[in-house]
Structure formats: C-alpha cells, structure tokens
C-alpha cells in the first residue's frame, strides 16, 4: 500500500511538473520591464539586418518619447517571405509591424489589425499626415476602416519606382546610339553580347539582365508602355493584379497585345541568348554577381531597377544611365508611349505593406505614443536617413545634412544605418535633406550621366535625350488609374474571419466604369489565353514554373495564366 502511494504521489508531481512546463511555454511575453515601463514589441523587415535598430540613438529617442521600452526584432526579406503564412496562421502578430503585411492579409486576418482611424487623435503627427496627404490614405482605406498607415519619404521620392538602366561606357565604346525602339535595343543586345564591351577578352556579358517577370517593382513587363498600356507596378493596387484603366474602363493586361507583345519580345531575347536562360529560377545573389560583379569589370548592359547606384554599386554605377522609355517600333506615336506610373506609391514608400497595430496587444497607450513620435519631424528624419546627431545633423529650419562618409559607408542608401523605406514617418514637404543622394541620382535632368527625372508632362522625343521622359498620367480616364484599387477582388472569398465575398465595388466608388457581370470577364480571360497557348507552342522553356513566381503571387490566377501564355514547363 505504501509503495502504491508513493508511485501515486510520484506520478502527481511528474503530471504537475509537465503542466507547469507547458504553462511556462504557453506564457505572453513580459508586458513590462524591470523598472514597471511598458514594453513595446516591434517586427520589422529589412533589407539588412546586421545593423541592430535596437542600439540606435533612433530607439532612444522614441523610448524617451513613450517612456517605454522598446524591444525590436527584425527579419531580411527573404526570410519574411519564408515566415509570414506561418506566422500569419498561428496568430503570431508583433504589438507594431513595419513593412510586413498588406491590405489582402488585413482582410484575411482582421482580428490581428486594430482600426486606426478611431485612434487618430492619439497619433496627431499620423493625423496631421493623412489631411495633408489625402491620397496617401487611398492605399490603406479599406471601407471606413485605416488597416495601417503608409509613410512619406519626401517629395524628393515622388518618382517612378521601375527605371531602365544601359551601360553607356558600352555604347560608346562600340560606337552605338542610345535604342529608341524595341528593335534597335535588339541590335545593340547582340553587339553587347558579341562584341566583348567589358574588354576582357571573355564572353562573360549578360546583354539584359532580369530579375523575374510578373506585375511588380523592375518588372521588365513595364514595356507595356511602349504600347501606351500604362503599369503602376507599386503600392499593392489594381496594376499589380493585372488590371488597368483604358478610356474610363477596366480592362485586364491578360487581354491585352500589349502583354502578348512584350512576353513574344522577351521569348525572342532569350532565344538569342540576350537574357540568361536562369533568370526565373536563380536567386538574389547570382543577380547581383552579374549587376554589382566585383566593382570592377561590368557584366551586364542592360535591367531594370531603383537607381543605377542602387542596381550597380557605387565603383559601376557611373558606367550606366536611365533609358528612354522606348517605342515599340518606329511607327508608335510619340504620345503613345509612356512608362510606369507609380510615383504617389514611391513617395509614400508603399509597396503593398505599411505599419500596423495588433489590437491583441498589450501596452496600447504606450504603441500610439511611439506611432506618434515617429510620424513627428525629427524622428520621421532619424527613421529614414539616421539618428539624429550620430549621422544627420539638424541644422535648424527645417533642413537637416547627412554625414555621406557614414551614411553611405555600405551601400548607395541608409538601408544598413536606419529603417529607410521601411519606416513608418512622415517627411513633410517643407523639410530640406543636404546630401540625399539616393534621391538625387533618381531626379535628375534628362541627359545626366548619374541620374533620372520623373517627367509630368508630355514631351516630344529627342534624339540626343539620355535620361527616360518618366511620364505621368495626362488623359482624364488615364488618371483615375491612379486611385484604381483592387481591395476586393472579384470572386475571391477571403477568410477565416469573416469571409466575405468580394466584389467590384471599390472601383464603383472611385467612380470607374466596371462590368457588372465580373464572371464573365474571367471567362473571356480563359478564353485568350487559350488562343495565347497555341501562338505560344513554339516556346519551349526549361524552366521550373513554380519557381519564377514570387512567394506572394504563385498561387493567384493571374500568374497561373502567365505561366501558360510563356509556355514554361517543370523539368
């Protein structure tokens, strides 16, 4: 009886220790540090992470402006895109998130993103932004409800997001003119792949290099333009769902032969060996191998990206400049061609994602005391550019200086140094940046060496123009693609809370004429790209399909249907 008892009782503290190990697993993280402070939990993704935002001057001072504790985590690009449904599902949302999710997963997930509008008055720096950037809170307004906030990085950024850069050096060299039409970017590819520009008697160039295809950021699909298709291939809207604004109606790129023109062009380069036969299936750093190479011997003649400092590094970027946006042949009229309008969504440092609040979280004063100091003057500058004195200066009036040696140490922008692009902060239009030279090598004039201008107005082509005439929208029905955004897609049923049907009632409000049968317009897209599968038989890729599609997109019909119209099959 007494063994029996003492097994008994054996038992009891090893279920008891069991219990209060999971307990202890299953517990919130601290709520508050040694002192009684609040804690407040921030996620962020960055395009580096070896540079710590907890021990900034930066964190710091939006401590001292909340008096809490701030406690920062921080994932690359890459492992965010590995994380994020994960995470998503297990309910795992940090207390604020910076550059993490987008309007589809606040719709999805709507219990883990707070309402913001109704604490505004918390946050009067946000407020203040959102009534002097109306247009900002198009992007983050789903209904009455703010689901985050974007961010304004000055009207030094108010550019195209996509550029198209070609070596110079290398023309000139060879004694080619700058192309003008897809043809003569032809020509002047096959010399750059057989003429040994670089001159280091090796066949190493890579006439145009890619990144991937699809509707986003450097997408070599911007050549839709040259057919007066406008992109606006930034801040998560209509273009990047394959829809565009054509005379006040919606009309898909699927349908269009602006996409089946392009997709034919880039099949033919390819085919010629003017674009790695890799490009869909590499990763980010056998892109750079080939952009950035060893700083000393240029590799690639041709891409599209950000800046050509950002997309070749600083030893050979100057070897490069900004192409006009190009005719697609001789006979294209000038005001047809255009290039991607994605201006508002660069300036306000919006691709697709913002900052946001769980509202499960503790500690819920304390978040809108940091939201608030960060979206104030200072803070919105230390959040972009640096802390504020250890690498910016303010020098009273407005204007503030960056220490270029400690700025740009590492990298043509403040990505290692601060939030950059990914903060949540507000650079008013009467701040004065000395020393920008991010934004300075994306505006300026037409036939710089070092630099690109987005150009609002229309402008004939000039033969000698070295610096691409970045057009904005001028046709009234053209401009409302600016506002055209596809919260809710048609047909899509979103989930688990909630799940509601979406419709085309976005594009109702903003006053764009719409199909009101959305059906049949997926069956007239089946239907095209049934007739584009058999123009495109002739293409036989080797390249695994899942593998060029983003994590983001590889699931939607869109990319599907882009898939079949290429032709690319798995191996």
Known sequence: MARRSVRLLASIAAVATMVTTFAACGNKQATTDENGKPIVNILVRRNVTDHPMQDTQYTKDLEAACDCTIKWQEVSDNAWGQQKSAKMAAGEFPDIGLSLFSMVDAAKYSTYFEDLKPHLDKMPNAKKFLKAQPGAAKYVTDGTKIAMLPSDRGKGYEVSGTHMFIN??????????????????????EAFKTQDPNGNGKADEVPMNIRSLGFGLWSPLTLMNSEGVVTAFMGGGASEQGYYVDNGKVKSYYTSD?????????????????????????????????????GKTALTGVSFGWSNYAEYGDKLGDQYVTLPPLKKDASTPDSQVKWDYSQEACRWAYSGSGLTVNPNAANQDAIYKVINAMYGEKLSVAGF?????????????????IDKKKAYAEYPDTRAIALQDRFGGWIRDDVKMVNDTNADQVRLRPGHPRGTQPCRRRQGRHPDLRAPEYRGLQHPAEQQHRHLQLREQPDREMGPEGRHRQGMGRLREEGVRTDPRPRRQHQDLAEVVRQVHQVAKQYRGVHRMGSFLSHDYRRTPHFCSLAIILNWRPT
């Open 258 to 294: 602006a996409l089946k023109d392009v997709v034919s062009y880039l099949h033919g380069l390819m085919a010629k060996g003017l674009v790695p036969k890799d490009v869909l299936t590499r990763d980010a750093s056998q892109y750079t191998s080939q952009t950035v190479s060893d």
């Open 385 to 401: 550019f640096g802390s504020i004195p250890d690498i910016v200066s303010d020098d009273g009036n407005h204007q503030y200086t």
């Open 168 to 189: 110079k050096t290398w023309l000139d060299k060879l004694g080619l003119e700058m192309p003008t039409t897809w043809g003569e970017l032809e020509n002047v590819l």
